[in-house]
C-alpha cells in the first residue's frame, strides 16, 4: 500500500517526466519539419543535369526519405530511460539521439557509447550510477516510471531516495529499515541478481528461484546486457522472448522497450503458431502423453503415411492411349523425392514431377514418329491436366495442414494405431477425441513439430525475403559513405531499397514473416512449465543453443513440465548449460517464506534455499474451524481484510481454496467485493495479493506444488483456514 508521501512523489515524478518528453517531441517535429522541408528542396530541382548531378540528388533524396520514415518510426517510445549519475549528471535515453538547435544534447541514443550503463551497470559495478529509471509512454503521455537502485549509498548522500519508483523505492526503503542484516540483505539480491546478468552468452544459463526473488526481472535485463555486448551477434538475427502469459508480454514492454528496435520478438509459446485456438484444457493424464519426446516419432509417422504405395498398378486412358500408374514407379519416385530432405509438402511436387516424367515417357514410347521437345511438353501438359492421374498422385503423396494432420491423427483409431505403435493401448485411447474438437496448449508443440516436417502447402506464400548479399552491403557502405549518411540510415536498409525490398521491415518483422526463423538468444520464463515437446519448439527457433531460461521447478503445475533441472536439461543441452540460484525474496514477509519452506521440505518438493528480505508482524496466522464453517469463516475474513485496505490506500485480497469450497466462498460472499478475488492454487499462479487466505491446505491441489504456489502468494500476510490438520511442515503453526 503507498502512504501519502509515496503518491505525492510518485505524482511529481510523472509531471517532471512528462516536460522533459513534451520537450523532447517538440524537437522531434523541429526536426521533421527541417527534414521535409529539405526533401521538398531537392525535388524541385527536378531531373536535369548531369547523370551524376542527377546520381547525387536521387541519392540525397532517398536519405531524406529514410530520416524521415525513421522520424516517423520513432513516435512512440521516443524517450524510454533516465541515468541519474553520482556526479550530478542526468542522461535521458531513447530511441535515437537529439540535440538542441545550438547542438546541446537532449536525447542520447541507447546505441551511443554514452547510453552504455542504461544496459550494463548493475547494483555490483554501478559504473558511476545512482539509479536507473524507465519510463512507460503511451503515444506522448508518460504513464508510469519504475526505478532501478544501483548505488543507495550516493542516492541517500544527494536526498534523492524520497524521488523513487516501483522496485526502486522497496530496495531503498529495505536498506533504510534496519542496519546490518538487512542491509547484508539488500547487498545479497543485488550481488547474485548481478551474477546471472553478467553471464556469459554461449550455452544454457537455467535460473532458479523462489517466489518474489526477482527471475523475471533479471532474466530480461540479462537480455538487455546480451543485446548491448554482444550487438553485433544478435542484433541480426533478434531474440525471442517466451513469457507464460499476456502480463508477462506488457511487462517486457516496460522493462525492455528498445528491443523492438534491436528485434526482439516477445510472445507466449502459444504464439509461436499463429492461426490456432488453444482455450480448450484436456485432463493432466493427456498432457503429460503429448509432452514426451517420443511424439516426435509418432508425428513423423503420420506424415510418412500420407506418402502412400497404391495396391496395385492403375491404367489410365489418355487421347485413346493407354499409360499405367506402376506401383514400382511410385515408390521410386517416392524414394527420391524424399531424398533431398525438404518437407513433406515441398518434396511433392518433385514427386508429381517425376511420375509426370514417367507417363510422359510412356506416351512417347507408344507414338511411331520422332517428336521435338515442344511436343513432348504438350504430352507433359495433358498428362499433368488429366483429372485421374491428378487423383491418383494426391493419394499417393497427399498435401495436409499441420492442423488437419493432427485432427486426422487423433481422431481415426487406425491412423494413431499405425503411427503410434509403441505407445500402450490405454496411452492411444486417452488420445483419441473428436474430430471437431479444439486445439489445446500440448498441441501446439505437435503442430509445430508437423510444420517442420510438412513445410508450406503447396501454392502458399513465399518465405521472407533473403537478406541482401555482403556485395550489396558493401555497395549500400560505398554510397552512405560518399553522400554523407547520418547514421540514421543503416546499410541494411538501403541495400534492401535498392532490391525492390521494404527498408522499413524490422528483425522482428521478418521473423513473424518466417516459421523458420532462428534467433540469436532464446529468454524463457516460467520454464518448468515445459514439456520436452516445447523444447524441442524452442530449440529449433535457436540452433546455437543459446538460452536464458528461468522458473521454480517447485511451483511447476503442468503434468509435462520439469521437476529437477538436470532431468530436463542434460538430453537438450548436454554439458553446456549451468544452473544459477537466487536466493533472496524480497517480496515475501520472512515468517511466510518460513512456513512455505518448511511445507516444500516435508513435501519433498525440489525447493531452493530462500530468505527474505522483510519481516513484518502477525504475518502468518491460523484458524482452525468446523468442516461446515470454512466456507464462511474465510469469507468473513477475506472481507474484513478487503474493507480495511479499502478504507486505506487500497490492496489486494485473495482466498485460495479448493474448487469446490472456493464455490461456497463465492456464494458466502453473495457478490463481487472490490479488491477480493477467489481462486484455486492454479490460478493464483504468478499472481500477488496483500493478503492470501488460503482455505483447507491439506486438500488444495493434486499435486504438492500447487499448495507451495498457494502458500507464496501474499506479499503481507498469510491466513490458514483449516478444519482438517494441517500439512506437514505446517502442523507447528497451528
Known amino acids: 500500500m503507498q502512504d501519502d508521501s509515496t503518491r505525492t512523489a510518485l505524482k511529481e515524478g510523472l509531471d517532471a517526466e512528462q516536460r522533459v518528453v513534451d520537450g523532447l517531441y517538440a524537437r522531434l517535429d523541429e526536426l521533421r519539419g527541417e527534414t521535409e522541408a529539405r526533401l521538398a ?137 534496519r542496519t546490518g542484516r538487512m542491509g547484508d540483505i539488500v547487498a545479497t539480491i543485488q550481488a547474485e541478481q548481478d551474477a546471472v546478468i553478467r553471464a556469459d552468452l554461449d550455452g544454457a544459463l537455467v535460473v532458479q528461484g523462489g517466489p518474489g526473488t526477482g527471475k523475471t526481472a533479471v532474466a530480461l535485463h540479462r537480455a ?185 491423427l487423433f481422431s481415426k483409431a487406425h491412423l494413431l494405431d499405425h503411427a503410434a505403435r509403441g505407445f500402450s493401448r490405454r496411452d492411444r485411447d486417452l488420445l483419441l477425441r473428436p474430430a471437431g474438437a479444439p486445439f489445446t496448449e500440448a498441441d501446439v508443440p505437435l503442430l509445430d513439430e508437423a510444420a517442420e516436417l510438412l513445410g508450406d502447402m503447396p501454392g502458399g506464400a513465399p518465405r521472407a525475403a533473403q537478406e541482401a548479399s555482403e556485395e550489396e552491403l558493401d555497395y549500400a557502405r560505398e554510397v552512405l559513405e560518399t553522400f554523407g549518411g547520418d547514421g540514421m540510415v543503416t546499410a541494411e536498409d538501403l541495400a534492401a531499397r535498392m532490391r525492390g525490398g521494404s527498408s522499413r521491415m524490422s528483425v522482428a518483422e521478418r521473423a513473424a514473416a518466417d516459421r523458420r526463423w532462428t534467433y540469436g538468444h532464446v529468454v524463457v520464463d516460467e520454464a518448468q512449465e515445459l514439456s520436452p515437446m516445447a523444447w524441442r519448439m524452442l530449440l529449433r527457433r535457436c540452433p546455437t543453443r543459446s538460452f536464458t531460461i528461468v522458473g521454480d521447478v517447485a511451483q511447476v503445475a503442468s503434468a509435462a513440465g520439469t521437476r529437477w533441472w538436470p532431468e530436463a536439461m542434460d538430453p537438450i543441452f548436454g554439458p553446456s548449460w549451468q544452473l544459477r540460484e537466487l536466493t533472496v525474496s524480497y517480496r515475501i514477509p520472512s515468517a511466510v517464506a518460513r512456513a512455505a519452506q518448511s511445507y516444500a521440505r516435508a513435501a519433498q518438493l525440489p525447493v531452493s534455499d530462500l530468505s527474505a528480505a522483510r519481516d513484518l508482524d502477525d504475518a502468518v496466522a491460523t484458524t482452525r474451524v468446523a468442516p461446515s464453517a470454512l466456507a464462511s469463516t474465510a469469507a468473513s475474513a477475506a472481507r474484513a481484510h478487503a474493507a480495511r485496505m479499502a478504507d486505506g490506500d487500497g490492496g489486494l485480497v485473495a482466498v485460495i481454496a479448493p474448487p469446490e469450497i472456493a464455490r461456497e466462498v463465492a456464494t458466502a460472499l453473495g457478490g463481487p467485493v472490490e479488491g477480493l478475488s477467489v481462486m484455486t492454487a492454479r490460478q493464483s499462479k504468478g499472481l500477488e495479493f496483500d493478503v492470501a487466505v488460503v482455505v483447507e491446505p491439506a486438500s488444495i491441489g493434486e499435486r504438492p506444488g500447487d499448495l507451495y504456489v498457494a502458500l507464496t502468494r501474499p506479499t503481507k500476510r498469510l491466513e490458514l483456514v483449516h478444519a482438517e490438520d494441517l500439512p506437514a511442515g505446517l502442523d507447528s503453526l497451528a
Open 224 to 408: 538487455a546486457f546480451l543485446l548491448y555486448h554482444h550487438r553485433e551477434r544478435l542484433e541480426r538475427r533478434g531474440v525471442l522472448l517466451i513469457g507464460p502469459s499476456g502480463q508477462f508480454l506488457r511487462y517486457i514492454d516496460h522493462v525492455l522497450p528498445s528491443l523492438g528496435e534491436t528485434g526482439a520478438v516477445s510472445t507466449t509459446l502459444n504464439g509461436l503458431v499463429r492461426g490456432v485456438d488453444t482455450s480448450a484444457v484436456e485432463a493432466d493424464a493427456v498432457a503429460a502423453i503429448k509432452g514426451r519426446t517420443e511424439m516426435a516419432d509418432v508425428i513423423a509417422a503420420a506424415v510418412r503415411e500420407r506418402q502412400r504405395l497404391p495396391r496395385r498398378d492403375q491404367e489410365v486412358r489418355i487421347d485413346g492411349r493407354t499409360v499405367v500408374i506402376r506401383r514400382g514407379d511410385i515408390r521410386d519416385a517416392q524414394t527420391r523425392a524424399r531424398r533431398d530432405g525438404r518437407p513433406h509438402n515441398e518434396a511433392r511436387a518433385s514427386f508429381a514431377k517425376d511420375m509426370i516424367g514417367r507417363l510422359t515417357t510412356q506416351l512417347l514410347e507408344q507414338l511411331e514418329t520422332r517428336l521435338d521437345a515442344d511436343d513432348r511438353i504438350e504430352l507433359e501438359r495433358d498428362v499433368r491436366d488429366s483429372k485421374t492421374i491428378r487423383i491418383a498422385l494426391n493419394l499417393c503423396w497427399l498435401p495436409v495442414t499441420p492442423a488437419q494432420l493432427l485432427r486426422d
Open 41 to 177: 528542396h531537392v525535388r524541385r530541382d527536378g531531373p536535369s543535369g548531369s547523370p551524376q548531378n542527377r546520381s547525387e540528388r536521387d541519392a540525397f533524396a532517398t536519405l531524406y526519405e529514410d530520416r524521415i520514415a525513421q522520424l516517423d518510426a520513432v513516435e512512440d517510445r521516443l524517450c524510454f530511460g533516465r541515468l541519474d549519475m553520482r556526479d550530478g549528471d542526468r542522461l535521458y535515453v531513447g530511441r535515437i539521439g537529439l540535440s538542441d538547435a545550438d547542438h546541446a544534447p537532449l536525447l542520447t541514443d541507447w546505441r551511443a557509447p554514452a547510453a552504455r550503463a542504461f544496459y550494463s551497470a548493475t547494483a555490483a559495478d554501478p559504473g558511476g550510477v545512482m539509479s536507473r529509471r524507465h519510463l512507460t509512454t503511451r503515444g506522448r503521455r508518460v504513464a508510469a516510471i519504475e526505478d532501478d537502485v544501483l548505488d543507495v549509498e550516493a542516492l541517500r548522500e544527494a536526498g534523492l531516495e524520497g524521488s523513487l519508483a516501483g522496485e526502486g523505492a522497496l530496495l531503498a526503503a529495505l536498506d533504510a529499515r
